[in-house]
């Protein structure tokens, strides 16, 4: 009887030890969809602004492609586009239409600010194969885009082109007035022939003095977005 007791409790005691270690299915967060997003060369940087508010900048988004670790472009642009964009606008820049503004519609009444920018966004999609599509959004503001064409690289004795990036934003500490601030670097992975593979391997945040950084010494083709940012002269 005892013995029968004995085998009894093991295994109820077996049992809800495989309760406690069961697999539960669960709703999947926003988080949860990020790799599959990046994997198909979707990526969002977002920098927050609101320290730079106490008056209107503007902010002249660039574009500087390097081949190897020469810059051929400093202002990369497939079209003629002006990608310069203040942070905020002011109820007295519209004139007369300024008196049907109400103090309800403002950003900020007690500036007379009608819109104010508080952050804006660097995105980036895979367009075709062998382009990117980047979006440069000042929110509340001004939204640009632009197509970045894409390097190919050829791997392991196949020759259909490849065409594989990745980005990595920078490093922002202090801002300068008037000095290009780099945010964000998309390059092609390289061929590491000593072991026959394809690398984009270094830091996850790049420092913006790229001297001494090996990582920029062996992408062969990327793009960094930046912005140089001066105070509008204009507002008084």
Same mark, same amino acid.
């Given at each position: 009887?005892?013995?029968?007791?004995?085998?009894?409790?093991?295994?109820?005691?077996?049992?809800?030890?495989?309760?406690?270690?069961?697999?539960?299915?669960?709703?999947?967060?926003?988080?949860?969809?990020?790799?599959?997003?990046?994997?198909?060369?979707?990526?969002?940087?977002?920098?927050?602004?609101?320290?730079?508010?106490?008056?209107?900048?503007?902010?002249?988004?660039?574009?500087? @492609?390097?081949?190897?670790?020469?810059?051929?472009?400093?202002?990369?642009?497939?079209?003629?586009?002006?990608?310069?964009?203040?942070?905020?606008?002011?109820?007295?820049?519209?004139?007369?239409?300024?008196?049907?503004?109400?103090? @309800? @519609?403002?950003?900020?009444?007690?500036?007379?600010?009608?819109?104010?920018?508080?952050?804006?966004?660097?995105?980036?999609?895979?367009?075709?194969?062998?382009?990117?599509?980047?979006? !440069?959004? !000042?929110?509340?503001?001004?939204?640009?885009?632009?197509?970045?064409?894409?390097?190919?690289?050829?791997?392991?004795?196949?020759?259909?082109?490849?065409?594989?990036?990745?980005?990595?934003?920078?490093?922002?500490?202090?801002?300068?007035?008037?000095?290009?601030?780099?945010?964000?670097?998309?390059?092609?992975?390289?061929?590491?022939?000593?072991?026959?593979?394809?690398?984009?391997?270094?830091?996850?945040?790049?420092?913006?003095?790229?001297?001494?950084?090996?990582?920029?010494?062996?992408?062969?083709?990327?793009?960094?977005?930046?912005?140089?940012?001066?105070?509008?002269?204009?507002?008084?």
């Amino acid at each position: 009887m005892r013995k029968l007791l004995s085998l009894i409790i093991a295994s109820v005691l077996s049992v809800g030890s495989v309760s406690a270690q069961s697999i539960i299915a669960q709703e999947a967060s926003f988080e949860d969809y990020l790799p599959l997003l990046e994997m198909d060369g979707f990526g969002m940087y977002s920098f927050d602004i609101s320290r730079l508010s106490d008056c209107k900048r503007i902010f002249e988004f660039s574009i500087h @492609e390097y081949a190897g670790d020469s810059l051929i472009n400093s202002n990369f642009s497939t079209f003629p586009i002006q990608r310069a964009t203040p942070n905020l606008c002011s109820v007295k820049e519209l004139g007369e239409s300024a008196t049907e503004i109400q103090p @309800e @519609e403002m950003a900020d009444p007690q500036r007379g600010i009608l819109t104010l920018s508080k952050k804006f966004n660097i995105g980036l999609k895979n367009r075709n194969d062998s382009t990117k599509a980047l979006l !440069m959004s !000042m929110v509340n503001m001004r939204e640009m885009s632009e197509t970045l064409p894409l390097k190919p690289i050829f791997f392991n004795g196949d020759p259909t082109p490849k065409y594989i990036y990745n980005a990595r934003p920078f490093k922002v500490d202090s801002v300068y007035e008037g000095k290009f601030i780099p945010l964000v670097l998309i390059g092609s992975v390289w061929v590491d022939k000593r072991f026959n593979v394809i690398r984009f391997c270094g830091e996850t945040v790049l420092d913006p003095e790229l001297n001494n950084n090996q990582m920029i010494k062996d992408i062969p083709h990327y793009y960094i977005v930046g912005v140089t940012i001066s105070r509008d002269k204009s507002d008084n």
